[in-house]
């Protein structure tokens, strides 16, 4: 019965028998010392690294000097950084809810067992995750595009040019269709997971009381799964902050609207192979994951602290 | 979120009373829905488009590609045509760059399931001196954007000599804090601290106990976890960008943008029907996989999401 013993919240303490001390117990390296290794190597190191490059400018007389903070200064101060940052946070308050909203609406409807061939709408949904974002570029790039695109296919039947997806006004929501696109089903995985470990008990108690439809969803479901909903919903921050890739892939095509600061993650990679600006792309870097680390936790906090009202 | 554990822990046991209770309540056996299903088709739809229109015109030559509607087939059908120039084009590049993404994927992806799997165990299971620490580190590391590291980690890797070689994109590939957040999460609520106890008092060590018992316990944590590493390195494309420039050692995302880049700018020289059955090819297996596997992630993702 040493199972008693055992708090909920500590499962991981082996249950000491004897009374005194215990030694220090060492085992536990013998299965985390790969992971800290290679973990200090691509993580711990070159972000040391890149804190210590923010510090010095490659001058053309002088080299390599020592500057203190003024690449930061620098940086705050940047209207290209910036430009890049306001079209990211835009992107975050539009897409973001979007997407997980109906990610939050798919989750539900196959959570009500009220679909006929729940399981092929699960897998059929979460397919696009497993397509690489690269194809996934492409093939929706193709799609907009006006050569053989169903957008030129489209505008033709209509006779006018109504869907112009590489349009300056229009490339931030191709953009965001494409982002939304790859990554509904796998939020939807993450909310149906945590309404499938809703307590039985709840939809019980809920059925004496006759809560019906949306009731048991703002009741029960909602306020069952508020954890999931936090976790999704800084993945989503930190994934519209480091956005890249879809407007990266998208540039050939809309190379007058993308340029190489789009987006602050674009700026860095284009400060560093287009421009060798080593120190201030490591900067650049700094300041957006400063950012990004600051808004995370500012929402977990606030989830949290909702939880436990 | 104490409250809340708890409640979680007994997954078994809920999962049968929920079946029994789905026979009486009608709020967890409703009558199907026709209409639900109809409106909720949507998702199919949009979800299913751009891979219908992958596969109509992975059939059409490029004048077809050019000339007719999106969603109809052409006036020939050039599959078998287009996938053996696809294999065929620059000496068989593409199943260089193939062979590529299997050893990425392989070493990186295997990799870092081994090494979250033993360190998110050790860390649930174990208390040693500087855990707190560890645990506190490695889920902070969780929110830092890995885009943020990747320029630095060029640049150290090129002083390394790693760059344009094989090991430019293993070694950051092995390294999963979510995944070993994940098995963190799910060895605390599969692995019952008795039954180490129990083998430890046999005589067994460390090591042979977590091989011989725990491993068979974490199953659905590690397959969900390789799952997601599988995606990640198959579908990586930040990574190779920056520390591969020889188009021997590019993976398939890499080489078929490249194809893509061909179609702009001067001379250019448009392979749109490679390009097409190249991201036709390249999604087949993954989604292959992803559906093989999909029994196993159900359960595994289910303990990571709950407990933040």
């Known amino acids: 019965m040493t199972t008693l013993a055992r708090a909920p919240e500590l499962p991981t303490v082996p249950p000491r028998t004897t009374l005194t001390k215990p030694r220090r117990d060492w085992n536990g390296w013998k299965f985390v010392w790969p992971f800290a290794l290679v973990f200090v190597l691509t993580f711990i190191t070159p972000l040391a690294y890149a804190l210590w490059l923010s510090l010095f400018q490659n001058k053309m007389v002088g080299g390599n000097q020592f500057v203190g903070l003024d690449n930061y200064v620098f940086a705050l101060q940047d209207p290209q950084f910036w430009e890049g940052f306001g079209r990211v946070l835009l992107f975050l308050v539009v897409q973001v809810p979007i997407m997980l909203g109906l990610a939050l609406l798919a989750a539900l409807a196959i959570d009500s067992a009220r679909l006929y061939a729940t399981g092929f709408y699960r897998i059929v949904i979460f397919l696009p995750y497993a397509v690489p974002a690269v194809v996934a570029v492409l093939m929706w790039g193709f799609m907009y595009g006006d050569n053989f695109g169903l957008a030129a296919g489209i505008n033709e039947w209509l006779g006018s040019e109504v869907i112009r997806p590489f349009a300056p006004s229009w490339v931030l929501i191709s953009i965001g269709n494409i982002v939304t696109w790859q990554f509904v089903g796998y939020n939807m995985v993450i909310f149906y997971s945590a309404l499938k470990t809703i307590p039985t008990d709840l939809y019980e108690a809920a059925e004496i009381d006759g809560a019906r439809g949306w009731q048991v969803i703002r009741a029960i479901k909602l306020p069952g799964i508020r954890g999931a909903i936090v976790v999704a919903t800084i993945f989503s921050i930190i994934g519209s902050f480091q956005l890249f890739n879809e407007p990266s892939v998208l540039q050939p095509l809309a190379s007058n609207v993308i340029t190489g600061s789009f987006t602050p993650n674009m700026y860095a990679y284009s400060l560093s192979f287009a421009g060798q600006q080593y120190n201030y792309s490591a900067t650049v870097a700094i300041v957006m994951g400063v950012i990004t680390a600051v808004i995370a936790y500012v929402v977990q906090l606030r989830g949290s602290r909702k939880e436990v009202r | ?308």
């Open chain 2, 1 to 308: 979120m104490t409250t809340k554990h708890r409640t979680i822990n007994p997954r078994a046991r809920r999962a049968g009373s929920r079946s029994r209770a789905r026979r009486r309540n009608p709020l967890l056996a409703p009558r199907k829905s026709l209409a639900l299903t109809i409106v909720t088709a949507t998702f199919l739809v949009y979800a299913l488009l751009p891979i219908a229109w992958l596969l109509i015109n992975a059939t059409k030559t490029q004048p077809d590609l050019l000339s007719t509607f999106g969603l109809s087939f052409g006036s020939s059908f050039a599959l078998g045509d287009n996938i053996a120039a696809t294999l065929a084009y620059d000496d068989g590049i593409f199943l260089r760059w193939l062979g590529n993404t299997l050893l990425y994927v392989l070493a990186g992806a295997g990799g870092a399931t081994l090494l979250a799997t033993l360190g998110g165990y050790g860390l649930a299971k174990y208390r040693f001196p500087g855990r707190g620490a560890y645990f506190a580190v490695v889920l902070g590391a969780i929110a830092v954007p890995g885009t943020a590291l990747a320029v630095p980690t060029f640049l150290l890797f090129s002083q390394l000599g790693l760059t344009n070689t094989p090991w430019a994109i293993i070694i950051p590939s092995l390294v999963s804090p979510f995944g070993l957040y994940l098995i963190w999460a799910y060895t605390v609520e599969s692995v019952p601290t008795e039954v180490l106890e129990a083998a430890r008092l046999d005589g067994a060590g460390e090591l042979r106990t977590f091989f011989s018992i725990s491993i068979r316990l974490l199953t659905p944590g590690i397959v969900t976890v390789a799952l997601f590493a599988i995606v990640a390195t198959w579908n990586n494309y930040f990574l190779p960008l920056i520390m591969l420039s020889d188009p021997q050692w590019y993976p398939l995302t890499i080489g078929l943008n490249q194809w893509n880049a061909q179609a702009q700018g001067v001379g250019a020289e448009p392979i749109f029907n490679l390009v097409i059955t190249g991201s036709l090819l390249t999604i087949v297996p993954i989604v292959a996989i992803f559906l093989f596997m999909q029994r196993f992630w159900q359960s595994g993702l289910g303990a990571g999401s709950v407990k933040q």
